[in-house]
């Protein structure tokens, strides 16, 4: 069995080994790419600070890529004993080099370390959630564009209201999604602070270069003070979680739309077949359990801001092993909002629009309110066109011109989907993946 970082004399007992340890064997295999390239800019660092030669820095960094290259191959495994992904990685080096794989955590704490793999791991996920979000909005706004003369009853209390049209229900997501993305890049921003360099949250009497290893990794700054960079563990995740939910948001409200829009009482839409199950018993059933799944599952996202800010508020500033455990409910998360944007991607992109719901005169009502403007634009008072037409549906008099003349911008004839486009492309703009990616790309020895 190897042994712990911190072990001496005391060896700690199984039992109290498998309740400390928890998952982390399991969900620090994730962080493995993370800790490999946070190593390979803090020996750099190291180096020029005289704490590693040249030759033992080329040795390290031989090792290093060649572990990274393992993790992409799927090979590398956190042994049965080894407490964590900073331990397995440094006992790979030791193995390979002997006491040079020693000198790779001197002005590290696995405090730093942890902080720091979490944030290079988080702004990869960021992106792969800005890159689906973006899919879903294109999506979203070429649906609102094929169907927007489509006209659709609009519902307030549940009750049929006025018209709308399949061109602003659509569109009305996508410009959701378009502001779900300001919450998307301020949580990157927040991420890409490099914490490396705080050691156990009160830094190092070794002359550390920190601008050096942010410049490596490609962060827009460090966080400067030491103590807040220690403090940032948990409200990283918190700002984060706040983000993924308000994406969360948006695709349960439309799974929870698409839903009610595909049952026979409404008619209005039909998902495609292949995402949906049938019944054990009832051979007529099409159920949408993909959307339902959706809706529980972004439902349950929502509640991850909550989940990260009880494990971590009653916190002093420090570290604290309860942190451990905010991986368990942060890490998942990221793989689960993705497979809901994928499958909320699909089912849009296949489904099918009911062009003739205003057959059905059930839904002639909701006209009234464009005879109350007809008459209010050809001089008739307000109030007394309101009445009129109360009057007339009272005495069943009624008699609606099923059509719409909505010019205003963001409204049925005006749906500004152009001016959505570009405040999204905006915010897309402002995030800064391609010298991420850059600097990542190097630090793993290979060129952009």
């Not at 946070?38 to 040795?59: C, F, N, R, Y």
């Not at 050096?212 to 490609?218: E, N, Q, S, V």
Request: glycine share 6%; with cysteine; charged share 25%.
């Amino acid at each position: 069995m190897a042994s712990k970082l911190w072990e001496k004399s005391t060896v700690m007992t199984a039992e109290i080994e498998r309740f400390t340890v928890g998952r982390d064997r399991e969900l620090d295999v994730l962080l493995a790419e993370s800790d490999v390239l946070g190593s390979l800019a803090h020996t750099t660092m190291l180096q020029t600070i005289g704490l590693l030669t040249a030759d033992e820095l080329t040795a390290i960094h031989r090792e290093l890529r060649a572990i990274l290259q393992e993790i992409k191959g799927g090979r590398f495994i956190i042994e049965e004993g080894v407490e964590d992904v900073h331990s397995q990685v440094e006992l790979l080096l030791t193995r390979r080099l002997g006491d040079v794989g020693k000198k790779i955590h001197s002005g590290r704490s696995r405090n730093d370390q942890v902080l720091l793999d979490l944030k290079l791991w988080t702004r990869r996920q960021l992106r792969d959630v800005v890159a689906l979000v973006k899919t879903l909005f294109d999506e979203l706004q070429a649906q609102s564009e094929k169907y927007k003369h489509v006209l659709m009853p609009g519902y307030t209390h549940l009750q049929v209201a006025m018209p709308s049209s399949f061109g602003l229900w659509f569109g009305a997501y996508a410009e959701s999604l378009a502001d779900d993305m300001l919450f998307l890049q301020a949580a990157y921003r927040l991420v890409n602070r490099n914490p490396l360099g705080s050691a156990a949250g009160y830094g190092s009497s070794f002359p550390l270069d920190r601008q050096l290893t942010t410049d490596l990794l490609g962060f827009d700054s460090m966080n400067y003070n030491v103590v807040y960079a220690q403090m940032g563990r948990g409200k990283m995740e918190r700002n984060v979680s706040f983000a993924l939910a308000s994406v969360a948001g948006t695709l349960a409200k439309l799974a929870f739309d698409a839903c009610l829009f595909n049952s026979q009482n409404f008619g209005f839409v039909k998902l495609p077949d292949d995402c949906t199950t049938g019944s054990s018993i009832m051979p007529h059933k099409k159920n949408p359990d993909v959307f339902e799944l959706t809706r529980a599952k972004c439902n349950k996202l929502q509640a991850l801001p909550q989940q990260v800010t009880l494990i971590m508020n009653n916190l002093p500033c420090g570290y604290f092993r309860d942190l451990q455990t905010l991986k368990e409910v942060f890490l998942p998360a990221f793989d689960e909002l993705k497979d809901c944007l994928r499958m909320t991607t699909y089912i849009i992109s296949r489904i099918r629009v009911n062009e003739h719901i205003l057959d059905d005169p059930r839904y002639d009502l909701m006209f009234s309110v464009e005879e109350v403007n007809r008459l209010a634009a050809s001089g008739m008072p307000f109030r007394d066109a309101y009445k009129k037409v109360g009057l007339d549906i009272e005495a069943g008099r009624f008699t609606p011109v099923k059509e719409v003349h909505h010019t205003h911008p963001g409204s049925i004839g005006n749906l500004c989907n152009d001016r959505i486009a570009a405040l999204f492309q905006s915010v897309l703009e402002g995030f800064p993946f391609e010298k991420v990616e850059a600097a990542e790309l190097r630090l793993a020895g290979i060129e952009s």
